[in-house]
């Protein structure tokens, strides 16, 4: 027998929020696409960002990258000091999903990988964080999904049941992660395949 869903959690980057790091780094490199690519890959890395997420100061961290890359401390320090310019929009079909569960009553929140020291600014750019029931980022929980903990504290946190959840995310070690803390995982392609996906599981959602 299925068990009902009684919530849904969304991670934020990718999902609701269209957090990229080009926004910005496509201003500063210009037409050099290729040199951008080799930047974010080699310089301010993914793990080197998962790092910020999970804790580490910004201050600290980009005044060591700095150091260590003096050829492109300016680009490094804009990491930080306009970090804000890697926002873009929220994707309308998500953030409707997302109201149409509240307005049937379905708890909703956010788990995401997120710095404590960018959060305060972006929950002001993006109000439906303030509609959702709970909100917990890495950077407060000091462990960053796919770590099992940070699972386990969001569920111990919001009282939440594991196989009564769905926890939405479009990294597929995030959704592996999750599947394997006992969460109904789904991962996020496009507003419409989400649509879909949730619909199948029985969540009261307009067809497209």
């Not at 594991?162 to 789904?186: E, H, K, P, Q, Y």
């Given at each position: 027998m299925t068990t009902p869903v009684t919530a849904v959690a969304f991670d934020l980057g990718g999902v609701l929020i269209d957090w990229n790091p080009r926004h910005l780094?496509?201003?500063?490199?210009?037409?050099?696409?290729?040199?951008?690519?080799?930047f974010l890959a080699e310089i301010v890395s993914q793990d080197w960002n998962a790092r910020l997420d999970s804790g580490r100061s910004f201050a600290e961290a980009v005044a060591e990258l700095a150091e260590a890359h003096p050829d492109q401390a300016a680009?490094?320090?804009a990491y930080h000091d306009r970090w804000h310019e890697?926002?873009?929009?929220?994707p309308d079909g998500t953030v409707a999903i997302l109201r149409e569960l509240r307005d049937?009553?379905?708890?909703?929140?956010?788990?995401?990988?997120?710095?404590?020291?960018?959060?305060?600014?972006?929950?002001q750019k993006f109000p439906f964080l303030d509609e959702m029931d709970g909100v917990l980022i890495s950077g407060e929980a000091r462990v960053a999904k796919p770590d099992p903990a940070i699972f386990r504290e969001f569920l111990a946190r919001f009282e939440l049941t594991a196989a009564s959840t769905v926890f939405i995310d479009d990294w597929d070690r995030n959704v592996a992660a999750a599947s394997a803390c006992g969460l109904i995982a789904i991962q996020f392609v496009d507003a419409a395949q989400l649509r879909r996906d949730l619909r199948a599981l029985g969540l009261p959602l307009a067809a497209e």
């Amino acid at each position: 027998m299925t068990t009902p869903v009684t919530a849904v959690a969304f991670d934020l980057g990718g999902v609701l929020i269209d957090w990229n790091p080009r926004h910005l780094y496509r201003k500063i490199f210009g037409a050099d696409e290729p040199a951008m690519e080799r930047f974010l890959a080699e310089i301010v890395s993914q793990d080197w960002n998962a790092r910020l997420d999970s804790g580490r100061s910004f201050a600290e961290a980009v005044a060591e990258l700095a150091e260590a890359h003096p050829d492109q401390a300016a680009e490094i320090l804009a990491y930080h000091d306009r970090w804000h310019e890697m926002l873009g929009g929220s994707p309308d079909g998500t953030v409707a999903i997302l109201r149409e569960l509240r307005d049937a009553g379905l708890p909703t929140y956010a788990l995401s990988n997120w710095s404590a020291e960018t959060f305060p600014g972006t929950r002001q750019k993006f109000p439906f964080l303030d509609e959702m029931d709970g909100v917990l980022i890495s950077g407060e929980a000091r462990v960053a999904k796919p770590d099992p903990a940070i699972f386990r504290e969001f569920l111990a946190r919001f009282e939440l049941t594991a196989a009564s959840t769905v926890f939405i995310d479009d990294w597929d070690r995030n959704v592996a992660a999750a599947s394997a803390c006992g969460l109904i995982a789904i991962q996020f392609v496009d507003a419409a395949q989400l649509r879909r996906d949730l619909r199948a599981l029985g969540l009261p959602l307009a067809a497209e």
